[in-house]
């Protein structure tokens, strides 16, 4: 079963712009992991937040949790073209030796 | 450093069939992961493997799904008989540390199952 849900389930967006994506889950965390998943690929690992962080930057990505809401958002600013791709949120529930993904959002950069 | 590697990268097969998919984990990554995933749907865990131990195989369909990590390396994931509701993506992926949620984990490029 699947704890995360990303919304929107898919984004488009002009090349340059900020694309938000958000996730929520339903049981309490110990962190959350942001995945990038490009078409017939593997995923790949972007950024974790532990549950007692509040906001996390890599490059140009931006990760918030709200533990209190039980959801994250992912930023991603001045898109890229590469940044096409699906993303995914993943949860290490509390009590639960298991990493949960979400259903992803799809997002698609339009040069 | 090499990643995760997995072959066949595509398999298409009548059902009843048999088939198996292979996986080699990055050096030194005690834990391994199975994932399946449908298409438009995120990952779901089928096994995990603490060295050559499966410590959560709570999600594999034990009647037709079988997997073995022997000398704690590489793994096999075996479906037999394949079903046509068993097309999807195999996902391998490994990690450093038992705790499956405690750190990132390296996905391999999956395997294409097409059950006709």
């Known amino acids: 079963s699947q704890q995360g849900e990303e919304d929107p389930q898919a984004l488009s967006i002009q090349e340059g712009e900020n694309a938000t994506m958000n996730c929520s889950y339903k049981?309490?965390?110990?962190?959350l992991q942001w995945y990038r998943q490009n078409s017939g690929r593997g995923l790949v690992h972007l950024i974790l937040?532990?549950?007692?962080?509040r906001e996390k930057h890599s490059g140009r990505l931006r990760v918030t949790l709200d533990t209190s809401k039980k959801s994250s958002s992912l930023l991603i600013t001045a898109s890229r073209a590469a940044d096409t791709a699906s993303y995914f949120c993943a949860t290490d529930n509390s009590g639960n030796e298991k990493l949960t993904f979400g259903t992803g959002t799809r997002l698609t950069i339009i040069p | 450093e090499a990643g995760v590697v997995q072959s066949p990268r595509y398999k298409i097969i009548e059902k009843k069939q048999p088939v198996a998919f292979w996986c080699n984990p990055i050096?030194?990554?005690?834990?391994l992961y199975w994932y399946l995933q449908n298409l438009g749907q995120g990952p779901e865990l089928l096994i995990r493997?603490?060295?050559?131990?499966?410590?959560?195989d709570s999600q594999l369909p034990k009647d037709r799904f079988s997997a073995e990590r022997l000398k704690g390396v590489d793994s096999t994931l075996k479906i037999q008989p394949a079903e046509l509701g068993d097309s999807a993506v195999y996902l391998c992926?490994?990690?450093?540390?038992?705790?499956?949620?405690?750190?990132?984990?390296?996905f391999g490029p999956g395997t294409r199952l097409t059950v006709l």
């Open positions: 493997y603490e060295n050559e131990e499966a410590v959560d």
């Open positions: 050096s030194g990554h005690n834990t």
């Open positions: 992926a490994s990690s450093q540390t038992e705790r499956p949620g405690a750190n990132e984990q390296f």
């Open positions: 049981t309490s965390i110990n962190n």
């Open positions: 937040i532990r549950s007692n962080e």
